[in-house]
């Protein structure tokens, strides 16, 4: 069983940045993919960013070449940093670690840009 948990999330102005982390209470080198999925109010979950064991990474069209995904093995943790905000990037960001057999997701942290 491994436990998420992210944080860094909070209110910003449109061009603002911030940087989420996912921490897990395990190891995350055995996993396949790890994620960072939103959610806006009414909308369904969709993935924003994934990196993958070999250290590929896919990002969603609207975030591309503003978001950037990493991950640190050592640390146990999954960043997602955020530039050039904008106020459709509000909602709350969760973080998936799938290790094929099984996955596992964090409570996700709101993520707010005012105009």
């Known amino acids: 069983q491994v436990q998420l948990v992210e944080s860094g999330g909070g209110l910003v102005q449109a061009g603002g940045s911030l940087r989420l982390s996912c921490a897990a209470s395990g190891s995350i080198l055995s996993a396949k993919v790890m994620g960072w999925y939103r959610q806006a109010p009414g909308k369904q979950r969709e993935v924003v960013a994934r990196?993958?064991?070999?250290?590929?990474?896919s990002y969603e069209d609207s975030v591309k070449g503003r978001f950037t995904i990493s991950r640190d093995n050592a640390k146990n943790t999954m960043y997602l940093q955020m530039n050039s905000l904008k106020p459709e990037d509000t909602a709350v960001y969760y973080c998936?670690?799938?290790?094929?057999?099984?996955?596992?997701w964090g409570r996700g942290t709101q993520v707010t840009v005012s105009s």
């Open positions: 998936n670690v799938d290790f094929a057999l099984f996955d596992y």
């Open positions: 990196i993958f064991s070999g250290g590929r990474t």
